[in-house]
C-alpha cells in the first residue's frame, strides 16, 4: 500500500464469521462440506490429506495441545477408523465421529467444536503465522504505534500476553490494560460467537511511565494496612 509505517495494527484471530458460513470451505460442522479448513482455498494440503497422512497418536496430541479436547485418544481412533471404512468424506462425517466419541447427554458446546478448531489451526499453522505477526511490529509499526490482538483461544492469548509483557520488559512500549477487555452482555446476545474473544492492547514505542520507590513503598504499606483492617 505504499505505507512505511502503520500508526496501528489490529490483529483479529481464527476464522471468520462469513468463512464459517460458507459450507464449501470446509470449516462448519452444522453444514455439510469438503474436509478442507484451508485458509487460502487455493494451494496446500486439504484436512482431508492431514487426517491421511497424520498418525493417530500425533492426531491425538493435536486434538488435545490445540482444541483441549479431553477425548482427543478417542476421537483421533474413530476419526482413523472412519478412514479406512471410506466413512470420512464431508465436515458432518468428522462432526459425527467426534459426536459419536461423547456419551449421551447435554454437552454446553457441540462435541465436534474442539476438533474442528484444533485440526484447523494445525492445518494453517496459525500459531505460528500470530508469532510471525507479532515479529513484524518492529519493523512495520510507527513509534508511537497501537498493536490490538482479538484471540480467542488460551493459547494465542498467552503468545499474546507473553509477547506484551516481554516488549514491556525491554522498554519497546507499555501495555495499555493490564488485563484483556471481553465482550459485554449486549454485545455477546447480539454476537455470540464473540463470547470467548479477549482484547489486548499495548503502546508501542513508548516506555512505562517511572515510578518512584517512594510511591511503591506507600502502596505496599497502604495494602498492608487494609489488609489488617
Keep these: 500500500m505504499g505505507l512505511e509505517r502503520a500508526a496501528g495494527l489490529l490483529l483479529d484471530l481464527g476464522v471468520s464469521s462469513p468463512q464459517l458460513d460458507v459450507a464449501e470451505r470446509g470449516f462448519s460442522f452444522a453444514r455439510e462440506g469438503p474436509l478442507d479448513m484451508r485458509m487460502d482455498d487455493s494451494s496446500g494440503p486439504t484436512v482431508h490429506e492431514l487426517l491421511h497422512a497424520t498418525p493417530e497418536s500425533d ?5 488435545w495441545r490445540l482444541g483441549e479436547e479431553r477425548l482427543s485418544r478417542r476421537i483421533a481412533r474413530g476419526i482413523k477408523q472412519a478412514l479406512a471404512d471410506g466413512a470420512m468424506r464431508t465436515t458432518l462425517d468428522l462432526a459425527r465421529v467426534c459426536r459419536d ?8 458446546i457441540d462435541p465436534a467444536t474442539r476438533t474442528f478448531q484444533a485440526l484447523r489451526m494445525a492445518l494453517n499453522d496459525e500459531l505460528g503465522e500470530l508469532e510471525r505477526a507479532l515479529d513484524g511490529c518492529q519493523t512495520h509499526l510507527a ?30 512500549g507499555r501495555i ?15 454476537n455470540p460467537r464473540s463470547r470467548s474473544a479477549k482484547l489486548r492492547v499495548f503502546l508501542w514505542g513508548q516506555s512505562p511511565p517511572a515510578v518512584d520507590p517512594a510511591d511503591k513503598y506507600r502502596s505496599r504499606r497502604h495494602r498492608q ?3 489488617n483492617r
Design 59 to 63: 492426531l491425538a496430541d493435536i486434538l
Design 101 to 108: 466419541a461423547y456419551p449421551r447427554g447435554h454437552h454446553r
Design 143 to 172: 513509534s508511537p504505534g497501537v498493536v490490538a490482538v482479538i484471540s480467542f483461544h488460551s493459547l494465542e492469548d498467552r503468545i499474546v500476553k507473553q509477547r506484551f509483557r516481554h516488549w514491556q520488559a525491554t522498554e519497546s
Design 176 to 190: 495499555l490494560k493490564p488485563e484483556f477487555v471481553t465482550a459485554d452482555e449486549s454485545e455477546r446476545q447480539a
Design 225 to 227: 494496612g487494609h489488609g
